[in-house]
Nanobody
């Protein structure tokens, strides 16, 4: 079992900032990628940003230059720094991690429970 616990969502005014955190725990041997997805009402879940164990990153075009994803490999934690937020960023943000388990060396793909981010004046 691999669990992801997110924190840091909330209500923020347009132009404001928020920082999300997600910590992974359980039978983790290694984590290849960690990242964030989001789902707005009536829309499909979409990739926001991800980061590999080596530090390579990938961002959705809509957040480039405003969001920064980072991770602490020692803590199995990924962060999402969100700046210059707009109402279009309002969504439930989900943490995602892909890696392998030490128990049987199989791969896993786990999701967090989601955290609400609302951008409104």
């Amino acid at each position: 079992q691999v669990q992801l616990v997110e924190s840091g969502g909330g209500l923020v005014q347009p132009g404001g900032s928020l920082r999300l955190s997600c910590a992974a725990s359980g039978s983790i041997l290694s984590i290849y990628t960690m990242g964030w997805y989001r789902q707005a009402p009536g829309k499909q879940r979409e990739l926001v940003a991800l980061v590999t164990s080596g530090g390579s990153t990938n961002y959705a075009d809509s957040v480039k230059g405003r969001f920064t994803v980072s991770r602490d490999n020692a803590k199995n934690t990924v962060y999402l720094e969100m700046n210059r937020l707009t109402p279009e960023d309002t969504a439930v943000y989900y943490c995602n991690a892909e890696g392998s388990r030490w128990t049987d060396f199989t791969d896993f793909r786990s999701w967090g429970q989601g955290t609400q981010v609302t951008v409104s004046s």
